[in-house]
């Protein structure tokens, strides 16, 4: 694992240092989107031939490796929104370096990071609060280095330990995995790699700082320049996912319908604020970047929050008393309009991504993050069972997903039940559509004819199903199929038979009440599980999604939503 502490040097075309660049940020970019699957990490070169084929930049400690590096921390300079998502994919891509690799490459990139660091002490210009951070990057490294915790061959059960400022390892304290005392946060052995990820991070974002301040010619170069801004299109292309939107106007009373279609984080809080009329601010501010995220204008997203911050709230639910009079609508106006960018810094936030959700704790009170992994199987059974088709062992294989640690792969499974059920819904419409422009010019003499063959069919059925009855030895009837091709069932009329998996079911909206539907059941539900109560829809099973896996792909939770327009015909795709 290599710091990228100091930069690289030599003499490279400017064509093999834009496709380097390229290469290494398609791979972050998966990284980034299967994080949490270390399967589908191992097999993303394999997965992915056009990356495979150029990954000499992604070789640990190459000059081709620093040079990819070093080019994109010089792009996102002057994109936030690249800047947070470079330093979070780097992070784990050191983190998924860090697990593959031995004991010895660890001792060879602490030795490496203690010489680059007095390096960069002696013959870098530095800022002051940078020069701090090297000098106390150094003396953890030679901590690690003297205490034998890089040797230690039982690290769970280790009594080695070591302290640094609690400023050095923030996530793993607002995490709960350390003790502070007196500033400083106790790192035990057993957390010596989530201490190298923090450490990391924070060398890398005080890198960028760095160049950002000392940067130079650089940003007067115009071939580099122009690397920067191709960068950035094709990684705002990657993100987006080819969706960009098409006559699609969205108003803050298009929410409420549209939100059937937010992933599961996003609709968990607008059912907290659809009940309490409030949100706690750090919720606020996720959910106001989500539908900005979607398109909703800058006045819209106001007049959103206006109505729900104007009715009374409540107090022991929501957390938040304030109302939308006096001075706190003029700060809550001020907040939209900082998170579009038109306030304060003038920074255009982005909506945050499913790996920030996913590393996020929130409190008992709080719902932050994302429900794969802040709530537990039984809870997010309840969430899920709304989206998931009728009558399918989805829903085990979701659950199963969120026992093994991979939220992503368990919101993908709930975005393919969602497009299978639009898929299926458009096709029964079409298929009713049709059939009624047929009747309507078929002759009547035509119609009484299908009748005719409709009710040959039922004997055709009545005779493949049946079966001998042991007690009596005689043949029955398997099946009552003796609704079928008459004009009314027993109760409403509405009978269909839907044939699938070599299996019939049986669906009226007489429900309990209607004796075919009862006589006609295959199984032990066949009394409760109409197929009715999913509008029509064919059950289907987790190989039916398999194909419409790749389609559901999202790092962003407004991606899943702009997934589901795209999947309607209501925004296109500028792939």
Same mark, same amino acid.
């Given at each position: 694992?290599? =710091?990228?502490?100091?930069?690289?040097?030599?003499?490279?075309?400017?064509? +093999?240092?834009?496709?380097?660049?390229?290469?290494?940020?398609?791979?972050?970019?998966? &990284?980034?989107?299967?994080?949490?699957?270390?399967?589908?990490?191992?097999?993303?070169?394999?997965?992915?031939?056009?990356?495979?084929?150029?990954?000499?930049?992604? /070789?640990?400690?190459?000059?081709?490796?620093? /040079?990819?590096? =070093?080019?994109?921390?010089?792009?996102?300079?002057?994109?936030?929104? #690249?800047?947070?998502? =470079?330093?979070?994919?780097?992070?784990?891509?050191?983190?998924?370096? #860090?697990?593959?690799?031995?004991?010895?490459?660890?001792?060879?990139?602490?030795?490496?990071?203690?010489?680059?660091?007095?390096?960069?002490?002696?013959?870098?210009?530095?800022?002051?609060?940078?020069?701090?951070?090297?000098?106390?990057?150094?003396?953890? !490294?030679?901590?690690?280095?003297?205490?034998?915790?890089?040797?230690?061959?039982?690290?769970?059960?280790?009594?080695?330990?070591?302290?640094?400022?609690?400023?050095?390892?923030?996530?793993?304290?607002?995490?709960?995995?350390?003790?502070?005392?007196?500033?400083?946060?106790?790192?035990?052995?057993?957390?010596?790699?989530?201490?190298?990820?923090?450490?990391?991070?924070?060398?890398?974002?005080?890198?960028?700082?760095?160049?950002?301040?000392?940067?130079?010619?650089?940003?007067?170069?115009?071939?580099?320049?122009?690397?920067?801004?191709?960068?950035?299109?094709?990684?705002?292309? *990657?993100?987006?996912?080819?969706?960009?939107?098409?006559?699609?106007?969205?108003?803050?009373?298009?929410?409420?319908?549209?939100?059937?279609?937010?992933?599961?984080?996003?609709?968990?809080?607008?059912? *907290? #604020?659809?009940?309490?009329?409030?949100?706690?601010?750090?919720?606020?501010?996720?959910? !106001?970047?989500?539908?900005?995220?979607?398109?909703?204008?800058?006045?819209?997203?106001?007049?959103?929050?206006?109505? =729900?911050?104007?009715?009374p709230h409540c107090t022991?639910?929501?957390?938040?008393? @304030?109302?939308?009079?006096?001075?706190?609508?003029?700060?809550?106006?001020?907040?939209?309009?900082?998170?579009?960018?038109?306030?304060?810094?003038?920074?255009?936030?982005?909506?945050?991504?499913?790996?920030?959700?996913?590393?996020?704790?929130?409190?008992?009170?709080?719902?932050?993050?994302?429900?794969?992994?802040?709530?537990?199987?039984?809870?997010?059974?309840?969430?899920?069972?709304?989206?998931?088709?009728?009558?399918?062992? /989805? #829903?085990?294989?979701?659950?199963?997903?969120?026992?093994l640690g991979r939220p992503?792969?368990?919101?993908?499974?709930?975005?393919?039940?969602?497009?299978?059920?639009?898929?299926?819904?458009?096709?029964?419409?079409?298929?009713?559509?049709?059939?009624?422009?047929?009747?309507?010019?078929?002759?009547?003499?035509? /119609?009484?004819?299908?009748?005719?063959?409709?009710?040959?069919?039922?004997?055709?059925?009545?005779?493949?199903?049946?079966?001998?009855?042991?007690?009596?030895?005689?043949?029955?009837?398997?099946?009552?199929?003796?609704?079928?091709?008459?004009?009314?069932?027993?109760?409403?009329?509405?009978?269909?038979?839907?044939?699938?998996?070599?299996?019939?079911?049986?669906?009226?909206?007489?429900?309990?009440?209607?004796?075919?539907?009862?006589?006609?059941?295959?199984?032990? +539900?066949?009394?409760?599980?109409?197929?009715?109560?999913?509008?029509? &829809?064919?059950?289907?099973?987790?190989?039916?999604?398999?194909?419409?896996?790749?389609t559901c792909s999202f790092?962003?939770?407004? @991606?899943?939503?702009?997934?589901?327009?795209?999947?309607?015909?209501?925004?296109?795709?500028?792939?």
């Amino acid at each position: 694992m290599t =710091f990228y502490i100091k930069p690289p040097q030599g003499t490279v075309s400017l064509y +093999k240092l834009y496709e380097e660049a390229e290469v290494r940020l398609q791979y972050l970019v998966q &990284i980034n989107q299967h994080w949490g699957d270390a399967t589908k990490i191992s097999r993303i070169l394999t997965d992915n031939p056009s990356i495979a084929s150029k990954s000499e930049c992604l /070789i640990e400690g190459s000059h081709k490796d620093q /040079i990819s590096h =070093f080019i994109l921390r010089f792009a996102c300079i002057k994109s936030r929104q #690249l800047q947070d998502f =470079f330093i979070e994919a780097e992070t784990q891509l050191f983190e998924y370096r #860090l697990k593959c690799g031995g004991t010895e490459t660890l001792v060879c990139c602490l030795s490496v990071l203690k010489r680059h660091t007095q390096h960069s002490l002696k013959h870098q210009k530095l800022s002051l609060s940078h020069e701090r951070w090297l000098q106390e990057l150094l003396r953890i !490294t030679r901590q690690i280095i003297t205490s034998g915790m890089i040797l230690c061959s039982e690290r769970q059960n280790c009594s080695h330990w070591l302290r640094v400022p609690w400023t050095v390892v923030p996530i793993m304290v607002k995490n709960h995995m350390v003790d502070i005392m007196k500033g400083e946060a106790e790192i035990k052995c057993q957390h010596l790699l989530p201490l190298l990820c923090s450490v990391f991070q924070g060398t890398l974002e005080f890198g960028i700082k760095q160049l950002s301040l000392f940067g130079g010619d650089l940003f007067d170069d115009k071939r580099l320049e122009s690397v920067r801004r191709s960068l950035y299109k094709i990684y705002r292309k *990657i993100q987006s996912n080819g969706l960009t939107l098409q006559k699609l106007t969205l108003t803050h009373r298009d929410i409420e319908t549209e939100a059937h279609f937010f992933p599961l984080c996003m609709q968990q809080l607008h059912s *907290i #604020l659809k009940r309490n009329n409030r949100l706690r601010h750090h919720e606020r501010f996720k959910y !106001t970047l989500f539908l900005k995220d979607i398109g909703l204008p800058l006045t819209e997203n106001i007049c959103f929050w206006e109505d =729900f911050y104007s009715k009374p709230h409540c107090t022991s639910a929501s957390g938040c008393t @304030h109302s939308w009079a006096g001075n706190d609508r003029k700060r809550y106006v001020y907040s939209v309009k900082h998170l579009y960018g038109l306030e304060g810094g003038r920074k255009n936030y982005a909506s945050h991504s499913c790996s920030s959700l996913q590393a996020c704790h929130p409190q008992p009170t709080e719902v932050r993050g994302c429900p794969f992994t802040s709530t537990s199987a039984e809870e997010v059974s309840t969430l899920i069972k709304k989206f998931v088709p009728h009558s399918t062992n /989805i #829903l085990d294989n979701v659950l199963k997903e969120v026992v093994l640690g991979r939220p992503s792969a368990a919101c993908q499974l709930v975005s393919a039940s969602q497009v299978f059920i639009h898929r299926q819904s458009s096709q029964s419409c079409e298929t009713e559509t049709s059939s009624k422009v047929v009747n309507k010019f078929v002759p009547e003499r035509e /119609i009484l004819h299908n009748s005719l063959n409709l009710s040959s069919e039922r004997k055709k059925f009545q005779a493949i199903s049946m079966h001998t009855n042991k007690d009596h030895e005689e043949w029955k009837p398997k099946l009552n199929l003796s609704g079928i091709g008459s004009k009314d069932c027993s109760i409403n009329g509405d009978a269909r038979a839907v044939i699938r998996s070599e299996n019939i079911k049986y669906d009226c909206k007489g429900k309990k009440d209607c004796s075919s539907c009862h006589s006609f059941g295959t199984g032990p +539900k066949a009394g409760s599980e109409h197929l009715s109560e999913s509008s029509g &829809i064919m059950p289907c099973d987790i190989e039916d999604l398999y194909s419409l896996l790749p389609t559901c792909s999202f790092t962003r939770p407004s @991606h899943y939503y702009l997934s589901m327009k795209q999947e309607q015909g209501v925004i296109q795709s500028n792939n």
